[in-house]
């Protein structure tokens, strides 16, 4: 019996990671450079700061500044990536916006920004990256969700909408693109410890409740979720696609 080889690592692999300044982004980027993925950094703010950490470290960076619910400047990133580097493999959309609000006092300003900022965003960075990797034949998509659409979390209608929504675009999205060696696949994270720490929308408290219901009582870092997200940019995830990975120390049972 044959042995199949799989393509280890990233090497010359070049990776788009957006919202990439701080937390969970920026824990993707180190784990890619460290598979040898050549990066684009795309970002609200400026990551000059992290692009020069990871420069520091032998990797080969550079960032863009963009809006990327604006069509046109999520196509500025994909087009900053082919002059840099003539190819994109890898997107790593990590764009979301998260605000608790009961649904009697939601206003649908906010019901449109979550929309707006966590679904609308991937589909302009896909439209942008999409036609760049069929004419390769190889590509590799990877967004992020939350366990809150397994755990249906009070006051968080607007998020959860368009939270599941990025699942519903992966698994009819992947049933277009495998053809041409196309992968998109799901993440759904809970809060990490750097969120808790750092993140002044998420309550400094809220880890406390959530690390009873976990079955690894253990705070979730971003290297867990960095893991997942270099496995599926790799060549050797080539077979699994539409799906929706769990990532949250066992909170949703999904």
């Known amino acids: 019996m044959q042995i199949a080889k799989f393509e280890r690592g990233l090497h010359d692999r070049v990776a788009i990671v957006t919202g990439a ?51 046109a400047e999520a196509a500025t990133v994909a087009e900053a990536a082919m002059q840099a580097y003539g190819r994109i493999d890898i997107l790593v959309h990590n ?44 590509g ?46 799901t993440v759904s994270v809970g809060l990490t410890a750097t969120q808790s720490a750092k993140d002044g929308q998420v309550s400094s408290t809220m880890l406390e409740h959530i690390l009873p219901a976990q079955a690894v009582h253990r705070a979730d870092e971003p290297e867990d979720i960095a893991n997942v997200v270099a496995f599926l940019a790799l060549p050797a995830s080539g077979i699994i696609t539409g799906q929706t990975i769990n990532v949250d120390g066992g909170v949703a049972k999904h």
Request: glycine letters at 8%; aromatic letters at 10%; charged letters at 20%.
């Open 140 to 185: 590799r998509i990877i967004s992020f969700s939350s366990d809150t659409v397994w755990l249906g979390t009070p006051y968080l209608t607007h998020y959860v909408t368009a939270k599941i929504g990025v699942i519903g675009l992966t698994r009819s999205l992947a049933s277009e693109i495998g053809k041409y060696g196309i992968t998109i696949n």
């Open 95 to 138: 764009v979301g916006y998260y605000h608790e609000e009961p649904f009697d006092l939601l206003s649908f300003e906010e019901w449109s920004r979550s929309i707006d900022v966590t679904l609308n965003s991937l589909f302009h960075m896909i439209k942008a990256v999409l036609p760049h990797m069929k004419a390769a034949g190889f």
């Open 21 to 71: 300044a701080v937390g969970n982004g920026r824990a993707f980027c180190e784990r890619l450079v460290q598979e040898g993925a050549r990066l684009v950094i795309a970002d609200l703010e400026d990551a000059s700061d992290l692009a020069a950490t990871l420069r520091a470290e032998g990797g080969e960076v550079i960032c863009v500044t963009a809006d990327l619910t604006i069509a």
